[in-house]
């Protein structure tokens, strides 16, 4: 090829690569729990569910190292170097896609997280555009030198690495600065649940629930309004269904539901008037002591302007109505949730929902709950 036009095609490819990469990068490092989600169903599919305790390491890498090397594509730092990481990642991930199409098939492989959900297909076929582009970048840049590093491109992959792992880090210890999940603040739960009811029964989406037996490793379907799944203690969810083409947001918004000793109370809650607190907690073994003060203050705040606190926690609850007590306050009665619904809605392992007349008005980490 003319070297002009080598040097051309590089460029174009170069800033598309890029790009891609930072917004793909963006997506997911911006929301490092949903990757670790996508990354244990992958383990899961494979067979190295014993890898399970890492992901959240690796998804924070993961997405930091991609969300880093658009940039360094971008400025042209350490290009020679970057070229070959982008042309392995490319075709690592090309194959891994088509297997996700064919013989191991997910329904989103996450590459954009959750703000663009691209099906299998989708996301090989993008590869298969992107793999040509990522090897043009490194037949240009192939004669540079690879560890000939001059002070400003030292200066700049060691920005470019603390910016990229330590915006995964914050988004773990706290929220998503960006919100891409449907239950984001100014959300309606209970009227976006039911906001299909004004759709053709033809043209309702048909879900169905795909969940595994945790003794058993066998995975089962379930329709919507079967209560067996609701048993976070035998199932564990896979993957959720849906035929048809309305928005994939209802069906994760249609499965939140609130149960207790007395049965559903998903509608009382919702439809609280006023203030509502809604302490979620994934497991109360867990909750570390400067947690459990801050929310014990947090419902002392609450009884005291006269607004409800309830606890959503996915562990199973007695047969009789279950109360939980934070750091000596008035006690909090506590409602059922299913584990994945609850991850969805906040992602954290502890924290704080809030919401103003059903509206969601807030969502903190417990670790940045102020009373």
Same mark, same amino acid.
């Given at each position: 090829?003319?070297?002009?036009?080598?040097?051309?095609?590089?460029?174009?490819?170069?800033?598309?690569?890029?790009?891609?990469?930072?917004?793909?990068?963006?997506?997911?490092?911006?929301?490092?729990? #949903?990757?670790?989600?996508?990354?244990?169903?992958?383990?899961?599919?494979?067979?190295?569910?014993?890898?399970?305790?890492?992901?959240?390491?690796?998804?924070?890498?993961?997405?930091?190292?991609?969300?880093?090397? #658009?940039?360094?594509?971008?400025?042209?730092?350490?290009?020679?170097?970057?070229?070959?990481?982008?042309?392995?990642?490319?075709?690592?991930?090309?194959?891994?896609?088509?297997?996700?199409?064919?013989?191991?098939?997910?329904?989103?492989?996450?590459?954009?997280?959750?703000?663009?959900?691209?099906?299998?297909?989708?996301?090989?076929?993008?590869?298969?555009?992107?793999?040509?582009?990522?090897?043009?970048?490194?037949?240009?840049?192939?004669?540079?030198?690879?560890?000939?590093?001059?002070?400003?491109?030292?200066?700049?992959?060691?920005?470019?690495?603390?910016?990229?792992? #330590?915006?995964?880090?914050?988004?773990?210890?706290?929220?998503?600065?960006?919100?891409?999940?449907?239950?984001?603040?100014?959300?309606?739960?209970?009227?976006?649940?039911?906001?299909?009811?004004?759709?053709?029964?033809?043209?309702?989406?048909?879900?169905?629930?795909?969940?595994?037996?945790?003794?058993?490793?066998?995975?089962?379907?379930?329709?919507?309004?079967?209560?067996?799944?609701?048993?976070?203690?035998?199932?564990?969810?896979?993957?959720?269904?849906?035929?048809?083409?309305?928005?994939?947001?209802?069906?994760?918004?249609?499965?939140?539901?609130?149960?207790?000793?007395?049965?559903?109370?998903?509608?009382?809650?919702?439809?609280?008037? #006023?203030?509502?607190?809604?302490?979620?907690?994934?497991?109360?073994?867990?909750?570390?002591?400067?947690?459990?003060?801050?929310?014990?203050?947090?419902?002392?705040?609450?009884?005291?302007?006269?607004?409800?606190?309830?606890?959503?926690?996915?562990?199973?609850?007695?047969?009789?109505?279950?109360?939980?007590?934070?750091?000596?306050?008035?006690?909090?009665?506590?409602?059922?949730?299913?584990?994945?619904?609850?991850?969805?809605?906040?992602?954290?392992?502890?924290?704080?929902?809030?919401?103003?007349?059903?509206?969601?008005?807030?969502?903190?980490?417990?670790?940045?709950?102020?009373?």
């Amino acid at each position: 090829m003319n070297p002009q036009r080598l040097r051309i095609a590089a460029r174009i490819c170069r800033i598309i690569l890029a790009l891609t990469f930072i917004v793909s990068g963006f997506t997911k490092v911006v929301d490092p729990w #949903g990757t670790a989600i996508k990354i244990n169903e992958y383990l899961a599919i494979y067979g190295f569910e014993y890898l399970e305790p890492w992901s959240m390491a690796f998804s924070i890498w993961l997405c930091g190292a991609e969300f880093m090397m #658009g940039c360094m594509l971008l400025c042209k730092v350490r290009i020679r170097l970057i070229s070959i990481f982008a042309l392995a990642s490319m075709g690592f991930f090309t194959v891994l896609t088509l297997l996700s199409a064919t013989v191991l098939p997910v329904e989103d492989c996450g590459c954009f997280g959750d703000a663009i959900k691209l099906t299998p297909w989708q996301t090989f076929f993008k590869n298969l555009i992107l793999l040509p582009m990522a090897f043009v970048v490194w037949y240009r840049y192939r004669p540079d030198k690879i560890f000939a590093f001059r002070p400003l491109e030292i200066v700049l992959t060691l920005f470019f690495f603390v910016l990229s792992m #330590g915006f995964g880090t914050f988004c773990y210890r706290h929220l998503p600065l960006v919100d891409f999940l449907p239950y984001k603040v100014g959300v309606n739960i209970w009227e976006e649940m039911h906001a299909s009811s004004a759709v053709s029964d033809e043209e309702l989406p048909e879900t169905v629930l795909i969940y595994r037996d945790r003794t058993s490793g066998e995975e089962r379907e379930f329709a919507l309004d079967d209560p067996e799944w609701q048993d976070t203690t035998r199932w564990e969810w896979v993957d959720t269904r849906t035929e048809s083409d309305l928005p994939a947001v209802k069906p994760l918004l249609g499965e939140f539901s609130l149960r207790d000793a007395e049965g559903d109370a998903t509608e009382r809650i919702l439809t609280t008037p #006023g203030r509502l607190y809604m302490i979620c907690v994934t497991s109360f073994d867990d909750v570390r002591r400067g947690c459990e003060r801050r929310l014990g203050r947090l419902v002392r705040a609450a009884v005291a302007e006269g607004a409800r606190v309830v606890c959503l926690t996915p562990e199973p609850l007695r047969e009789e109505v279950t109360c939980h007590v934070f750091d000596g306050a008035p006690e909090v009665r506590c409602y059922n949730i299913d584990a994945t619904v609850l991850k969805t809605m906040l992602r954290a392992t502890t924290g704080v929902v809030v919401l103003e007349d059903g509206v969601i008005a807030l969502k903190r980490n417990c670790r940045d709950v102020q009373p």
